[in-house]
């Protein structure tokens, strides 16, 4: 079980930005790791996902708007999710996945992951 800390969510204006980040131990450098969120009454959706090779995956709500990023650090790994020009439709519980493969058939599927974080909650208001 690997353990995955959010931080970074919070309330913002239509419009603003907001940066996710995850905490996660330095063994999964070559894990897929991702972004996910999910909203009341709706199931969890993949945002944007990272490969072991550091390829990149967007779900086309989020594309250009987001951007998913990595930093490995001495102990630890750092993945992020920079969020510009948020709307309403973002409001959402955002959660950080991993799974110990480098390479998933459908990163942006939820079930494809083993090990999750808590989540931090997101919230746009016009």
């Known amino acids: 079980q690997v353990q995955l800390v959010e931080s970074g969510g919070g309330s913002v204006q239509a419009g603003g930005s907001l940066r996710l980040s995850c905490a996660a131990p330095r063994s999964t450098i070559g894990y897929c790791l991702g972004w996910f969120r999910q909203a009341p009454g709706k199931e969890r959706e993949g945002v944007a996902t990272?490969?072991?090779?550091?390829?990149?995956?967007?779900a086309d709500s989020v594309k250009g708007r987001f951007t998913i990023s990595k930093v490995n650090a001495k102990n630890s790994l750092y993945l992020y999710l920079q969020m510009n020009s948020l709307t309403i439709e973002d409001t959402a519980m955002y959660y950080c996945a991993a799974d110990r493969v480098f390479v998933l058939d459908s990163p942006l599927h939820p079930p494809e992951y083993n090990d999750w974080g808590q989540g931090t909650q997101v919230t746009v208001s016009t």
């Open positions: 990272m490969d072991g090779y550091g390829r990149t995956r967007y």
